[in-house]
């Protein structure tokens, strides 16, 4: 029996016998925040391609349906920090945090918040959002996968020096590093849609569904005004080791932020989890009072405000492990890699 099935035997036996309810009441669990962390939901086939980072718009109804039922206090980040340190949590406190402010947020997640009256936070990068197209890295390696029955004949212009077998994953990532590697000038568009074209993929259709795109600045505008608390996540998605670029990409970050919402951005996420000691003394320069990761667990006044751990909920994460970190009994077993 494979670990993971394992614990999931073990949290049936633990709600069975009304263990859930103990630790859901313990004080070890009142004196913890679980910060759920998502990033972004499909518009089509995402989750198919890179199910860490895309889920189903019906697995996020399913978590906040289940939050709902179990009675979870859903609080508002800046709310929760507060009590948090102030040690006057209520019992199964949970914040809700999104990463990136793909469009998907926009049309599938904030529907879907609002319908439970559930706050979120939203950390937001803008390099994207200002330029309103998709993602250049993301959507390349996306067309890579969508075109995985089949080839892709060497192309100068995309600096693909050989014909690419892209059933093959290893070979998609080749040609997707050499793709990146070889702008030389040429502009996202230009190589997105040569690409495409080489692919036989209707690209202007993806484009119009906004697939691997950020919100446009009026959106943020929109949903900030609903009530989401929009954050900092690096203008362009970095955190580069250098003090200045650093510092830069905060103020960026910020400045279009502050500008979109009306409000402070003070709150920060990692981008991709990257994070080194040496930011944080940078982030108390800026005034960031808090900075999420990506490290798995529970916060607790032993946290430091910079470091935060978040669960990372995502489609393998089944129905019963997700109960079992609401719970606090998860935090107890033993994780794999």
């Not at 969508?146 to 014909?163: C, E, H, T, W, Y």
Request: charged content about 25%; overall charge neutral.
């Amino acid at each position: 029996m494979g670990l993971k099935t394992a614990k999931q035997v073990f949290l049936r036996g633990c709600q069975k016998f009304g263990l859930f309810e103990r630790w859901s009441a313990s004080s070890w669990r009142r004196k913890r925040l679980l910060i759920l962390c998502y990033h972004s939901l499909s518009l089509e086939d995402e989750h198919l391609w890179r199910p860490v980072t895309y889920e189903p718009a019906a697995l996020l109804e399913q978590r906040l349906a289940l939050l709902n039922e179990r009675g979870a206090a859903v609080l508002p980040f800046a709310e929760a920090i507060a009590r948090l340190y102030a040690g006057d949590l209520p019992p199964l406190s949970v914040c809700i945090t999104f990463d990136d402010g793909s469009y998907d947020f926009y049309q599938l997640a904030l529907p879907l918040l609002q319908r439970y009256s559930f706050p979120a936070t939203l950390y937001m990068s803008t390099y994207y959002c200002e330029a309103r197209r998709p993602v250049f890295p993301l959507m390349c390696s996306y067309l890579l996968w969508k075109a995985r029955n089949r080839s892709l004949p060497a192309d100068r212009i995309l600096g693909v020096q050989r014909d690419v077998d892209l059933a093959n994953p290893a070979e998609r990532q080749w040609a997707h590093q050499e793709i990146l590697r070889s702008m030389d000038g040429k502009t996202e568009t230009e190589i997105t849609e040569r690409l495409a074209a080489r692919l036989e993929i209707d690209y202007q259709a993806m484009h119009a569904k906004r697939i691997l795109q950020l919100m446009t600045p009026e959106e943020v505008t929109e949903v900030s005004r609903a009530g989401i608390d929009v954050q900092l996540h690096t203008h362009r998605h970095r955190t580069p080791v250098d003090r200045e670029l650093f510092i830069r990409e905060i103020r960026d970050n910020r400045a279009r932020l502050e500008h979109m919402t009306g409000k402070p951005a003070v709150h920060f996420c990692y981008p991709s989890g990257v994070w080194r000691s040496e930011f944080l003394p940078w982030l108390k320069e800026e005034g960031v009072s808090t900075a999420t990761t990506t490290e798995i667990g529970f916060a607790s006044t032993h946290s430091d405000r910079l470091l935060l751990p978040r669960l990372l909920d995502m489609s393998s994460l089944s129905p019963i492990e997700f109960a079992g970190w609401l719970t606090g009994l998860s935090a107890a077993l033993p994780r794999g890699r």
